[in-house]
């Protein structure tokens, strides 16, 4: 079983529609979580964080839920400009160190 | 702002031959991330360094090595290469894990391998 497992999708929405990405993990020690974008032969750019009360960025919302141990990322009002691969990530470092664990990430398509 | 460094963005090797792949994380950040993508595949961690010492490992292969330098900058050394490590190489960097966890990547270094 992979640590960080995410729904690749494609999801393909029209514009306007909303949609969520769950991501899953498998260690319940992780302390930290992160939507992170990547669109293609780029780098991943950080999205946002997650924490554990949920938090919103305009249309973007994400959420933990740490006894499931999982977190979602709701994306309202899908604009065109939002097409992308949205990886989630899991900081799973122990004894003060970070190591980021990648979701194989999600495909999202927005059409007109 | 500063953002992460990577050089060189794109590398042409020959099998067996070597490639080191350099990475200037963000001022103040003291820790370092490579990570391999290959095509269509997520970001695989391979090793990281915090304060110039390894501080993780992931899959790396051990034909490959890597270094984090007194400025903070780090080297990722890659011998006998195969056709299969043409890939994308990100490095990342974040500030120490006390002041936050945010990975902040450069645009990576694309090798192909012929």
């Known amino acids: 079983r992979k640590e960080v497992e995410q729904d690749p999708g494609p999801f393909n929405v029209p514009e306007g529609a909303t949609v969520a990405f769950n991501c899953t993990y498998s260690n319940s020690a992780s302390q930290s979580f992160f939507w992170y974008r990547q669109d293609c032969r780029k780098e991943p750019k950080l999205l946002m964080s997650v924490y554990s009360s949920g938090n919103e960025d305009g249309r973007f919302t994400a959420q933990l839920n740490r006894a499931s141990q999982y977190i979602s990322l709701l994306i309202r009002d899908s604009k065109l400009s939002d097409s992308a691969t949205y990886l989630c990530v899991v900081n799973m470092g122990s004894g003060g160190y970070n190591k980021l664990i990648f979701g194989a990430g999600t495909r999202l398509a927005v059409h007109p | 702002a500063a953002g992460v460094i990577q050089s060189p963005r794109h590398l042409i090797k020959e099998k067996r031959e070597t490639a080191t792949l350099k990475c200037y994380p963000i001022?103040?950040?003291?820790?370092v991330y490579w990570y391999q993508q290959g095509p269509g595949q997520d970001p695989q961690f391979l090793i990281s360094f915090y304060e110039k010492m390894q501080s993780d490992k992931g899959s790396i292969p051990d034909r490959f090595s890597a270094q984090q330098f007194s400025d903070y900058h780090s080297e990722l050394n890659m011998s006998s290469l195969e056709l299969g490590d043409s890939a994308l190489y990100f490095c990342?960097?974040?500030?120490?894990?006390?002041?936050?966890?945010?990975?902040?990547f450069g645009q990576g270094t694309r090798l192909t391998v012929v």
């Open positions: 990342a960097s974040s500030p120490t894990p006390r002041e936050g966890t945010e990975a902040f």
């Open positions: 001022p103040r950040h003291d820790t």
